[in-house]
């Protein structure tokens, strides 16, 4: 409540939480946008720049049972993980055929970059003649010599 007798003071006082509350807020809004700067150029710094290695494969790549683990599972041990990425997504099982038309190579096809390295093996399912039929799940692969489909 402001008086008569302290009128100059008053209206000073009152000034200057004024000019206090603006620049508080050109403050606040100046810290904001720092914040927010901070936020996202630590995102852009931390993006994990290291190549990937992606592997695609049948259960000679990738197999759930420990006493038959693909090479899959096994290749990280040999690899400076701080240096380069492990994506394994071979699944037993699965053919050529099988692997695109589930969808998993279109995951690694997504995450593919500039650097990565793909590593593939089939044939261990594509052991039949190729159906290459709409319904199809056997392997597309012809071999590779005269003893083979």
């Known amino acids: 409540m402001l008086t008569f007798t302290v009128y100059k003071t008053s209206v000073i006082k009152m000034i200057s939480t004024k000019n206090r509350s603006k620049?508080?807020?050109k403050?606040?809004?100046?810290?904001?946008?720092?914040?927010v700067f901070i936020l996202v150029s630590s995102f852009i710094f931390l993006q994990d720049k290291r190549p990937t290695l992606f592997i695609v494969g049948d259960s000679t790549?990738?197999?759930?049972?420990?006493?038959?683990?693909?090479?899959?599972?096994?290749?990280?041990n040999y690899f400076d993980t701080?240096?380069?990425?492990?994506?394994n997504h071979a699944m037993a099982g699965r053919s050529t055929r099988t692997f695109i038309k589930e969808g998993r190579w279109d995951i690694v096809l997504a995450g593919l970059k500039k650097g990565d390295l793909v590593f593939t093996q089939f044939g261990h399912n594509e052991g039949a003649k190729p159906d290459t039929s709409r319904g199809g799940y056997r392997g597309v692969l012809s071999g590779t010599g005269e003893d083979t489909v």
């Open 23 to 25: 620049t508080s807020r």
């Open 27 to 35: 403050s606040i809004k100046a810290l904001s946008v720092l914040i």
């Open 61 to 76: 790549v990738r197999n759930s049972n420990k006493e038959q683990w693909g090479w899959g599972t096994l290749i990280e």
């Open 82 to 87: 701080t240096k380069i990425k492990i994506a």
